[in-house]
């Protein structure tokens, strides 16, 4: 499947988001996964992304990398007590 190679900034690691999937997509550092991605269809139409990562740097890569692939809009679910999740 495809595969974006991020180049890492000061402190960071190189990380490669690959989608692996029509609907999941993978944050590989070291050949390890430290992020998955996944997308779902409502019964409407409507498209909605799930995001699972280990570290911040890792979720805004992968969610620019999958954003890239997707056509708008896109929606997701955030508890709206949780200020960190919902920044990002």
Aim: aromatic share 6%.
């Amino acid at each position: 499947m495809n595969s974006v190679h991020l180049t890492p900034g000061m402190d960071e690691h190189a990380v490669t988001i690959t989608r692996v999937a029509e609907n999941q997509w993978h944050a590989l550092e070291d050949d390890r996964v430290v992020g998955r991605g996944h997308t779902s269809r409502r019964p409407e139409g409507r498209i909605f992304l799930s995001i699972d990562a280990w570290h911040d740097a890792v979720f805004d890569r992968l969610a620019g990398a999958i954003l890239a692939d997707l056509p708008r809009p896109v929606y997701t679910v955030v508890d709206e007590v949780d200020l960190d999740l919902t920044s990002n």
